[in-house]
């Protein structure tokens, strides 16, 4: 963890999206049979997540609850059974809830999301570009209540140490394949 710590704060000082990452340099990573895994300098973009993009997410969740309410109401079970389905003064509680303990958090930045484009080189030399990949890190300072509002909408808890195919998620650091290595090189 400590390992991740302080690649996460050198990145929390950048801006919203960078092309590069603060130490300017290439990550090359090596197979056991030689062959290599690089990620050039030029192919990284560093993104923050913070209050205003959870907030964003706070506001289309609602507005869709409210439009799926409206259509329910409009619908033939009326206004009751859509009232009791729907919750709609329990889901503006929650809302209202929700922005008050972001309003309350002291990080700016929630998350870091690192996008890139790896370089296979075969043992021939031969060099391909593969297809673009996520890590990404949660901000270890930000309260377990931000975090629960994260998880809600984006379900980012599932990326603490596991791999997944969605949004960002976390390399494995245990793990003896080079491609695996090579992402957490990224982030440390």
């Not at 484009?117 to 931000?146: H, M, W």
């Not at 808890?157 to 976390?170: A, H, M, Q, R, T």
Request: net charge positive; glycine share 6%.
């Amino acid at each position: 963890m400590k390992r991740l710590l302080f690649p996460l704060i050198a990145t929390i000082a950048l801006p919203t999206a960078v092309n590069a990452l603060p130490w300017n340099k290439d990550i090359v990573v090596k197979t056991d049979l030689g062959e290599q895994y690089i990620i050039k300098d030029s192919a990284i973009t560093v993104l923050n997540f913070g209050k205003d993009d959870i907030l964003k997410k706070i506001e289309k969740g609602a507005d869709k609850h409210a439009r799926d309410f409206k259509r329910c109401e409009d619908g033939p079970l009326g206004y009751e059974s859509c009232d009791r389905i729907f919750k709609p003064d329990e889901r503006k509680w929650m809302d209202n809830s929700r922005r008050n303990t972001l309003n309350k958090e002291g990080q700016n930045v929630h998350f870091v999301g690192i996008r890139f484009r790896p370089i296979f080189v075969d043992l021939n030399n031969q060099k391909s570009a593969l297809d673009y990949d996520k890590v990404g890190c949660v901000n270890p300072k930000i309260k377990k209540e931000t975090l629960k509002i994260w998880d809600y909408f984006t379900g980012i808890e599932k990326f603490k140490g596991k791999k997944s195919l969605d949004v960002y998620n976390s390399p494995d650091a245990n793990s003896s394949l080079a491609y695996e290595q090579m992402r957490v090189d990224l982030i440390t």
